[in-house]
């Protein structure tokens, strides 16, 4: 009887600790909360990495600042960061593992518009929100759809601000050279024609180049070959042959003033082509990065990535992804929701968001912000800030 009696009760305790051990177990995966997940794609290991990996690098630390200050809505925010390679079809793929694989809440990505074209789209029909930290295509948000938004300023935006800048300090009339490989470098060279010629100016030749040419000779040849030297070069390029093409006009000789997009805004633009040939080049861009002249906050934001990564911001497009990704959490905490929907109206009802690049305004009408525009020259081998330019006019998308 007494052994009958310590079987019951042991089974009874044996029984009653499997219970409360299952009961513990369920309530710690209750208790376990779902990161806010944000998919990015970047180029990591190719031609366009200049720029991406900076940019990357920006998310990244904007993503670790939120997480320390708590997360967003309760929930710690987790970056699925993937490679595209700057490749059509593995940037269509990887947006189709943010939304089949990665189960994604919103997008931060993208600093080219071809990039945006191929993954934009199945991101748009997955519904879920995207922000565009880089590409500046004012096409992108009616050509992949009504969830998607711009961190950044439109290439006719830039392109009126330099055309501006030219007109009024270099002269009337420009030599116009862009990529025809890259459909930034072509809406900028398009953009930039459109404000000069209506500002008085004159283009007194253009031209073309494969995105894969690495010999410039033919055009400069053609441009030397004028009758009559215009007052300067609008290069529309891209960061993989800003720097040789630079270089190819200074060895031919040709001295004028080089002025171009956010594109050159890069080191390696310095190195490629020569402390000597980027002496008097202009570029566009968003925000001046140097350590020692730029504003408070972008002196903060060195400080942190210096201190996180082991030295200085590349460029400002580390500057613009840690913006965008403030830009997303920001609608995210206001839409007090993960919700998709909610989320687009809280990036439309964005007002004054104070961006290290620039203040950032969108409504339910632009997609895109008004911001001004910074123009660089470059002196002996430096950035340096040549004006900040708010486009009196601006040519329609």
Known sequence: MKNITFYVIASFLFLSSLFLSACAGATTSASVIEPIRIGSGYDLSNEMSVV???????????????NEAGGLLGRP???????????????????????????????????????????????QRAGLPLVISGATSPKLPEQVGDMTFLAVFGDNVQAAAAAEFAFKN??????????????????????????????????VLMDSFPDSATDFSPYIEKLKALPEQPDF???????????PLIKQFREAGLTAPIVGGDAYDFPGIVTEAGVEAVEDVYFTTHALMDPE?????????????????????????????????????????????????????ALEETKDFAALTGSITLTAQSHIP????????????????????????????
């Open 52 to 66: 991406d990996l900076p940019t990357a690098n920006g998310i990244k630390l904007a993503i670790k600042e939120i």
């Open 170 to 203: 270099f002269g009337e009339t420009a030599f116009l050279l862009w990529d025809d490989g890259a459909d930034y470098t072509v809406l900028l060279a398009r953009y930039f024609n459109q404000s000069f010629t209506q500002l008085g100016g004159e283009v």
């Open 370 to 397: 008004s911001k001004a525009v910074t123009m660089i020259a470059i002196r002996d081998g430096k950035f340096t800030l040549a004006e900040e330019i708010v486009p009196e006019a601006v040519p329609v998308p």
């Open 293 to 345: 002249s730029a504003s408070p906050e972008i002196k903060k934001f060195g400080s942190a990535y210096q201190a996180e990564y082991g030295h200085a911001p590349e460029n400002v497009f580390a500057a613009l992804g840690y913006d965008a990704m403030q830009l997303m959490a920001n609608a995210i905490e206001r839409a007090g929701s993960t919700d998709a929907k909610a989320i687009k109206k």
């Open 77 to 123: 925010v987790e970056l699925v960061l993937r490679d595209h390679q700057y490749k059509r079809d593995v940037t269509a793929n990887i947006a189709k593992q943010f939304v089949e694989e990665d189960k994604v809440d919103a997008v931060v990505s993208f600093s080219d518009a071809d990039s945006v074209l191929a993954g934009g789209p199945l991101i």
């Open 233 to 243: 070069y609008f290069l529309s390029a891209m960061p993989h042959n800003a720097g």
